[in-house]
């Protein structure tokens, strides 16, 4: 819990640790990976996403047009990019 305030999210990782098997250091380390996680900000997932279904051998035309669904139900309001922004995203 870098980010954050000590007290901050310290409810919420009492709760874990309260309600599951985890352990207090266990529950924050899970805070902080989904914070981490939603975090991450549009550009960065393009980037990430466009590398990694590249890897999984899709074309771009796949991966663009898979890229404009899977920003659709992010949790970060991201803005509706066409596919040329899309490219310039991973392009520059």
């Keep these: 819990m870098n980010n954050a305030e000590p007290t901050d999210l310290d409810e919420l990782v009492e709760y874990l640790a309260r309600t599951t098997r985890l352990e207090r250091g266990q529950a924050e380390r899970l805070v902080d990976e ?15 996403r466009h590398l990694e279904l590249q890897r999984q051998g899709l074309s771009n035309a796949l991966i663009f047009a898979r890229l404009e669904q899977e920003l ?8 509706a990019y066409s596919r040329r922004q899309l490219r310039r995203i991973v392009y520059g």
Excluded: M
């Excluded at 989904?34 to 960065?44: H, I, T």
């Excluded at 659709?72 to 803005?79: D, G, I, L, M």
């Design 72 to 79: 659709s139900r992010r949790r970060f309001a991201a803005p």
């Design 34 to 48: 989904v914070l981490s996680f939603l975090g991450e900000q549009p550009e960065q997932f393009v980037r990430r």
